[in-house]
């Protein structure tokens, strides 16, 4: 009877309750809502269910995160190993492919004023650089902050990884992807409060038709100037433009298939899991990573308020031709800001269509972001 009565007690003290902590069920409760927002209300699921998920195993089993130097055995834990392609840029490139072979570029070849609407949105990178400055991060530490304000989530990894800032990675990686998957609902009062409901009416003339040369030639060409001004974005340049090359080419159907879908599905699940792995109660209860989610906030709203801003410019300037609220297109979140530009626009004139027409920004604010980190990279002598 002892010896089931020992086995027993052994048995229960091995169960979760004797072993988290107040902040590991803080930290459960909050994945349970992102799975909610994510399931329920159905906000951007392929980021937040995988995210969410990995936040609640973490939490729960901490040690799904032990890394192979403190096992004692050798053998790290399961999402470490995933943990460690974010860490190497691996996950991040991929995205970037994935994105590149499902998203049309004609848009932004067709009006390439929408490289300006793009890098304006790139304020709220700088803006939260320096708010990270003056809060007391390190310059590489603010550096990798403020990728958020373009609300880029493998940008994010990309940049903090490089720049050696893996201990800050969690809450930078969380609050970039949670901000993607809430341009929803951020977006529109920022974009309402500065537009007038005559500027959202606005209608835009029809884009011209974009050859299939121009849109094989653009991928290479890009890839060139870029890469050749900033070496450092080649990673993700270089992946973003060779997805939309298997695109465009037509040649190399399989590889464009595989690119958009099964490959990509199956790194947004190694990279959400991870990222959302790193949110362990020790690592993400604290002072600083409530200082990055807050800055990460105002700078995506910065980024929003820039590139609609621009927008009301370029507006006046073409007398009318262009609607402001493809400005708020040129943070990074493809095709999600682009989907709110059209919503919002709909909302003033359900006649108006300027989906296709925000792409062209949004496009450019994925080019932008990249070389964005290209340029701190170049700054901190990072290759």
């Given at each position: 009877m002892s010896?089931?009565?020992?086995t027993l007690e052994n048995l229960v003290h091995q169960t979760a309750f004797f072993n988290l902590t107040w902040g590991n069920y803080v930290m459960i409760a909050v994945a349970?809502?992102?799975?909610?927002?994510?399931?329920?209300?159905?906000?951007?699921?392929?980021?937040?269910?995988?995210?969410?998920?990995?936040?609640?195993?973490?939490?729960?089993?901490?040690?799904?995160?032990?890394?192979?130097?403190?096992s004692s055995n050798g053998v790290g834990?399961?999402?470490?190993?995933?943990?460690?392609?974010?860490?190497?840029?691996?996950?991040?490139?991929?995205?970037?492919?994935?994105?590149?072979?499902m998203?049309?570029?004609?848009?932004?070849?067709?009006?390439?004023?929408?490289?300006?609407?793009?890098?304006?949105?790139?304020?709220?990178?700088?803006?939260?650089?320096?708010?990270?400055?003056?809060?007391?991060?390190s310059d590489k530490a603010a550096a990798a902050i403020s990728i958020i304000g373009g609300a880029d989530g493998p940008t994010s990894i990309f940049l903090a990884g490089k720049l050696q800032q893996t201990a800050i990675m969690g809450p930078i990686a969380v609050a970039a992807y949670s901000y993607m998957s809430l341009v929803p609902i951020i977006q529109p009062p920022i974009m309402k409060l500065l537009t007038t409901e005559?500027?959202?009416?606005?209608?835009?003339?029809?884009?011209?038709?974009?050859?299939k040369l121009e849109k094989i030639l653009f991928p290479i060409i890009v890839t060139i100037i870029v890469?050749?001004?900033?070496?450092?974005?080649?990673?993700?340049?270089?992946?973003?433009?060779?997805?939309?090359?298997?695109?465009?080419?037509?040649?190399?159907?399989?590889?464009?298939?595989?690119?958009?879908n099964a490959l990509m599905y199956i790194v947004v699940i190694l990279l959400g899991t991870s990222v959302g792995a790193t949110t362990s109660a020790e690592a993400f209860l604290n002072w600083d990573t409530i200082k990055i989610v807050v800055l990460g906030l105002v700078a995506f709203c910065f980024g929003t308020a820039a590139g609609v801003l621009f927008g009301k410019l370029m507006c006046k300037v073409t007398g009318g031709k262009v609607n402001p609220l493809i400005g708020s297109a040129g943070v990074s979140a493809v095709p999600m800001a682009a989907r709110v530009s059209q919503k919002v626009g709909a909302e003033a004139d359900p006649t108006n269509f300027l989906l296709m027409h925000a792409m062209g920004p949004n496009v450019a604010g994925v080019i932008g972001t990249a070389v964005a980190a290209g340029t701190f990279m170049a700054i901190f002598g990072v290759m």
């Open positions: 010896y089931i009565a020992d349970c809502v992102f799975l909610y927002l994510a399931i329920a209300k159905e906000y951007e699921p392929l980021l937040l269910v995988p995210i969410s998920f990995g936040m609640l195993l973490v939490n729960i089993y901490p040690d799904i995160m032990l890394s192979i130097e403190d834990g399961l999402l470490h190993y995933f943990y460690l392609m974010d860490e190497w840029a691996i996950l991040p490139s991929l995205i970037f492919m994935g994105v590149g072979a998203t049309d570029f004609g848009p932004l070849i067709a009006n390439p004023k929408s490289f300006l609407l793009g890098a304006s949105a790139q304020f709220g990178i700088f803006a939260a650089y320096l708010g990270a400055m003056a809060l007391g991060f005559k500027e959202r009416k606005i209608k835009m003339e029809q884009l011209r038709p974009v050859s890469s050749l001004i900033l070496p450092t974005t080649a990673p993700l340049v270089g992946m973003l433009m060779l997805g939309n090359l298997f695109r465009e080419s037509g040649v190399v159907r399989q590889l464009t298939e595989t690119a958009s």
